[in-house]
């Protein structure tokens, strides 16, 4: 898949995907057929993840279409990110715990072999090497591949998930903090504590349309475990010093135009926050 850096290729994208594929997402949208062949899924989380497109636009056109019926599981599917990306705005900590824990890991790893082998795709296991070689040239993997991919970094090759989730965000380009760390801690078992997702040879033979085979993998690991517990902190976004509106604009929303406050006459005053 090339993914063209505009607001025109992405509603290009948008269009052609619901006029011809919307109709069988459903039914076709967990095979992952290949590189070549990715019709059966939309393509477009670089665009939402950077905010050339949202979320509200993506439903309203596939509503166009279709029912809402003939449409709930992709509708879905996009809330699933707006979901997870509530879910680590309100839980500040996991974030900031992950960073900590990534610093300590990337020391304790650097001269490991087997996490080396793992991010040059040389293993035993042959379709977690035809990924790498995939996430590196074409900076996207199917959902279901990502699934199938940090299982066997974690459960398989036992490398922490901590870098598994450092890697993919060096090579998406729908990189996005909340969907990735939090599929990552999903996959793991400590999103929903004690409920991980295990990859198995005949799920990935089915889903790749046989495309790999003779696949060994840990299919009986346990879910990783982990103390730590995060409940909802309040932000408090208010600035005393300042009495006009304030507005926040970040890398990821790159639609300013398409907002309702473009009409606002906002002072102008750029802050980089590091
Ligand atoms: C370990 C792991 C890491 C992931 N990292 C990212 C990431 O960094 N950035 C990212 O955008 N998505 C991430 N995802 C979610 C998902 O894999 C991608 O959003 C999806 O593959 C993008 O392809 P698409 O646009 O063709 O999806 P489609 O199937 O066409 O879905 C349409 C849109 O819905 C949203 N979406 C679909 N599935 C999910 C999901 N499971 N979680 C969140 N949003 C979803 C995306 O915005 C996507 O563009 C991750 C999933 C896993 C398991």
């Known amino acids: 898949m090339k993914f063209e850096a505009s607001k025109a290729a992405a509603l290009n994208r948008l269009n052609n995907f619901v006029e011809k594929n919307l109709s069988e997402y459903s039914k076709l949208r967990n095979f992952d057929f290949g590189p070549e ?10 665009y939402i993840t950077h905010g050339i497109i949202n979320e509200k636009e993506v439903i309203e ?3 166009s279409k279709f029912s809402f019926s003939k449409n709930e599981k992709f509708i879905q599917e996009v809330l699933w990110r707006t979901y997870w990306k509530g879910w680590l705005e309100l839980r500040p900590n996991v974030w900031t715990d992950y960073l900590v824990e990534l610093n300590k890991i990337r020391e304790e790893y650097k001269d490991n072999q087997n996490y080396k082998n793992a991010i040059d795709g040389k293993t035993n296991i042959e379709c977690f090497n035809f990924w790498v070689t995939e996430l590196k040239e074409n ?9 199938w991919f940090a299982s066997i970094w974690i459960f398989t090759l036992e490398l922490p998930w901590q870098l598994g989730a450092e890697f993919f965000m060096q090579h998406l ?7 990735n760390t939090l599929g990552w801690r999903w996959v793991a078992g400590i ?7 295990l990859a198995s040879e005949w799920n990935i033979k089915k889903f790749t349309n046989n495309r790999f085979n003779n696949i060994k993998l840990n299919e009986n690991a346990p879910p990783k475990v982990s103390e730590k517990t995060y409940s909802i902190v309040k932000q408090d976004f208010s600035n005393k010093n300042i009495d006009d509106e ?11 135009e398409t907002t309702d406050f473009q009409n606002h006459k906002f002072k102008k005053n750029l802050h980089n926050f590091k």
């Open 37 to 46: 062949k990715r019709s059966n899924i939309s393509g477009l989380s670089p």
């Open 61 to 63: 056109k596939s509503l």
């Open 139 to 147: 900076n996207y993997l199917h959902n279901h591949t990502r699934m």
């Open 173 to 179: 380009y729908d990189g996005d903090s909340a969907s």
């Open 191 to 197: 999103q929903t504590q004690g409920k991980h997702y």
């Open 246 to 256: 304030n507005l926040f604009i970040f890398e990821n929303s790159l639609s300013f």
